[in-house]
């Protein structure tokens, strides 16, 4: 248990500089800037898809979560929000690496990643402009739904926000950690072995595992032969590390999350599948 805590302390350090820093900015934003610039702010999120798809195949999980905060104050998009989630490689890329996987079939799934997640990006901006679903929208104060101090200088305040999140990461973390380490990884990679069929939807139920080991896990077993390519994509697209956790938890609205979590769950699984009966080699 004691490797289990210092995991997840380690796992949630990982994350502070990019919340501090995301909630500097979106402080800045709200305290700083005037109507126009905010408008302009969103305006620019039309290319929100291209920049986020981009930031998310670095392997870090604190881009998901910025990005979750981003998109709870309306700063960017839902397309945004989702190209990121889809692009996030978490321990994907550090672990081929390690492994000595050749640079081009890394840079192949690094490139669907990065694909998908900007094509699916786009699409859901356009479908959402055409019903007219943004055009209301403004970014949202974080004093206004959290009921804080914010007159005590942005500095204070992100550093408060900051904690805040902080702490639920960490407590999430500890007990998704608790739970793999008596499930066992073993006893996950058996359950896909046994259900080849239904491997991309396996998958990406793995995927959704809101913490950076789902894409260990599925990484692993892609290595170990014991998964194809196209269903670890699968996994790796609906992993989006505590990006889930932390939208359930600052973004109101149960509805909205839990059909963002489905949107993001049939993106990936979809693509896994198109992927598999096209036949693409890595």
Do not use: W
């Not at 796992?11 to 109507?35: C, G, Q, V």
């Not at 963002?260 to 096209?278: D, N, W």
Request: glycine share 8%; with cysteine.
């Amino acid at each position: 248990m004691l490797e289990v805590l210092e995991d997840a302390l380690i796992d949630s350090i990982k994350l502070l500089p990019f919340l501090f820093i995301t909630y500097l900015i979106m402080e800045y934003i709200e305290h700083k800037t005037s109507d126009k610039a905010k408008k302009a702010i969103k305006k620019s999120g039309k290319f929100g898809p291209a920049i986020g798809s981009i930031l998310g195949i670095f392997p870090q999980c604190g881009f998901s979560v910025s990005a979750t905060n981003l998109y709870a104050a309306r700063v960017i998009t839902l397309g945004t929000l989702i190209a990121v989630y889809l692009s996030t490689s978490d321990e994907m890329l550090p672990i081929f690496i390690s492994e000595a996987v050749p640079a081009i079939t890394i840079i192949k799934i690094l490139g669907i990643k990065l694909l998908i997640g900007m094509v699916a990006g786009f699409i859901i901006d356009f479908v959402l402009r055409l019903k007219n679903k943004e055009q209301d929208e403004k970014i949202v104060d974080l004093c206004e739904k959290e009921h804080c101090h914010c007159e005590q200088g942005i500095f204070k305040s992100a550093l408060k926000h900051t904690i805040h999140i902080f702490i639920f990461i960490l407590l999430i973390t500890l007990i998704i950690n608790t739970i793999i380490h008596f499930i066992g990884e073993d006893t996950l990679a058996n359950f896909i072995q046994l259900n080849p069929i239904l491997g991309p939807i396996i998958a990406g139920l793995i995927g959704l595992i809101p913490n950076c080991a789902a894409s260990v896990i599925l990484t692993q077993l892609y290595l170990e032969n014991v998964i194809t390519a196209a269903t670890m994509i699968s996994g790796l697209l609906v992993g989006a590390g505590v990006g889930l956790a932390v939208l359930f938890k600052i973004n109101k609205g149960i509805k909205e999350n839990i059909k963002i979590t489905a949107l993001l769950y049939s993106i990936g699984v979809i693509s896994g599948i198109v992927i598999e009966l096209i036949g693409i080699s890595f």
